[in-house]
């Protein structure tokens, strides 16, 4: 997978590897920001398309290509 920039991840999308229900397809809707500028983004909220309930996760974990996918199968 290529190297993901956290700045870069704003309405990019995602396919979870095992769906929970029927939770598959999600986009992430905001980049979470750090009170200081200085220090580095740590998570991101996504928003399952089917319900459209979002979740915040670590930015990072949407390298672990055992759960996520990205762009839509």
Known sequence: MNPL????LLLTKWTAVMPIAKQKHFL???VIL??????????????S???KATQVI?????????????GCV
């Open 5 to 8: 920039n956290p700045k870069k």
């Open 58 to 70: 670590a930015w990072r974990e949407l390298q672990n290509d055992s759960v996520w996918r990205q």
């Open 34 to 47: 750090p009170e200081l500028p200085t220090d580095p983004i740590e998570s991101v909220e996504i928003e």
């Open 28 to 30: 992430v809707s905001r």
């Open 49 to 51: 398309v089917f319900s």
